[in-house]
């Protein structure tokens, strides 16, 4: 198996009669393809949405969506009630507690 690779890729959607996207027709190499693939799919049997998405291609001829595709922080709410319990537990300290511990405001 070769390294994962990231790769661009076109995204067909179809649309309701409002013009509100169904669900995903298929994915797509070319925005050819997908144009191809795109008609009839949208309202009113016009032609379906086609934007493009990113997948990882894992070298064996397979491709797998990034659903997230903006990045992401991870553990946010962890280092924010890590920070609120370490606040919550100094403010417990005495003064002479902190000067034990070698803590300096």
């Known amino acids: 198996m070769s390294g994962l690779t990231p790769v661009q890729?076109?995204?067909v959607q179809s649309e309701d009669d409002?013009?509100?996207p169904r669900g995903?027709?298929?994915?797509?190499?070319?925005e050819f393809r997908a144009k191809t693939a795109a008609k009839g799919k949208g309202s009113w049997g016009?032609?379906?949405?086609?934007?493009?998405?990113?997948a990882i291609s894992d070298g064996n001829g397979k491709f797998h969506i990034l659903v997230q595709e903006q990045?992401?922080?991870?553990d946010v709410d962890y280092v924010e009630a890590?920070?609120?319990?370490?606040?919550?537990?100094?403010?417990?300290?005495?003064?002479?507690?902190?000067q034990l511990l070698g803590i300096k405001d």
């Open 9 to 11: 890729v076109f995204r």
């Open 18 to 20: 409002s013009g509100y």
């Open 24 to 30: 995903v027709v298929g994915y797509f190499t070319s």
């Open 46 to 54: 016009s032609e379906g949405r086609v934007d493009t998405a990113w």
């Open 71 to 74: 990045p992401l922080e991870l």
């Open 82 to 98: 890590e920070k609120d319990a370490r606040a919550a537990a100094l403010a417990k300290l005495t003064p002479h507690d902190r």
